[in-house]
T-cell receptor, first 116, second 116 residues
Framework: AQTVTQSQPEMSVQEAETVTLSCTYDTSESDYYLFWYKQPPSRQMILVIR??????QNATENRFSVNFQKAAKSFSLKISDSQLGDAAMYFC?????????????FGTGTSLTVIP | DSGVTQTPKHLITATGQRVTLRCSPRSGDLSVYWYQQSLDQGLQFLIQ???????AKGNILERFSAQQFPDLHSELNLSSLELGDSALYFC???????????????FGPGTRLTVT
């Protein structure tokens, strides 16, 4: 079974600074997708960014970018110019591209604190 | 607002009871997924339905069952409830079902179940 590992249970960052959240995954597939979801105190799950494994270019969404290292099976999230509203739990997720359903596998999450 | 609705928002019930959680996917989405998130835990995939048919199964207990109706809404039935079933139950939907493009999942607000 696929596993997603987030080795940082908690992280903190100063407002306006940059922080990187780590994620590694284990798979034997060549085609898959990776996602970062944000879960603020409201508990709503919000998609932050996604990456297709076949794309070499790292995905970017405004202040959020990823460092996708396919060979190393690493998928880190960089948040630039951190804002107070970025404080949340962040989950890394993996989804394979297979004809048997597109189940997501989630990591255990990283709790991000933004210090004013 | 993701477009995915879940009812009820909160549910308090006693051990041994049975409850039904309801989910309406985004307009046009054919797939529905159910997840369980226990306190301070990641999301555990329970089950996926695509256009009325079960497509993938995760760590779903035998006491739990789900179905997707012709109008594509889904219900998750939890029976013989135990204290450990207390959790946030998320429903998510996506456009595709199996081999598909970058069909990320859109999450509902969740149903918080408390078993006393």
């Amino acid at each position: 079974a696929q596993t997603v590992t987030q080795s940082q249970p908690e992280m903190s960052v100063q407002e306006a600074e940059t922080v990187t959240l780590s994620c590694t995954y284990d798979t034997s597939e060549s085609d898959y997708y990776l996602f970062w979801y944000k879960q603020p105190p409201s508990r709503q799950m919000i998609l932050v960014i996604r990456q297709e494994a076949y794309k070499q270019q790292n995905a970017t969404e405004n202040r959020f970018s990823v460092n996708f290292q396919k060979a190393a099976k690493s998928f880190s999230l960089k948040i630039s110019d951190s804002q107070l509203g970025d404080a949340a739990m962040y989950f890394c997720a993996y989804r394979h591209q297979r004809n048997t359903g597109n189940q997501f596998y989630f990591g255990t999450g990283t709790s991000l604190t933004v210090i004013p | 607002d993701s477009g995915v609705t879940q009812t009820p928002k909160h549910l308090i019930t006693a051990t041994g009871q049975r409850v039904t959680l309801r989910c309406s996917p985004r307009s046009g989405d054919l797939s529905v997924y159910w997840y369980q998130q226990s306190l301070d835990q990641g999301l555990q995939f329970l089950i996926q339905y695509y256009n009325g048919e079960e497509r993938a199964k995760g760590n779903i207990l035998e006491r739990f069952s789900a179905q997707q109706f012709p109008d594509l809404h889904s219900e998750l039935n939890l029976s013989s409830l135990e204290l450990g079933d207390s959790a946030l139950y998320f429903c998510a939907s996506s456009e595709g079902g199996a081999v598909s493009a970058h069909y990320e999942q859109y999450f509902g607000p969740g149903t918080r179940l408390t078993v006393t």
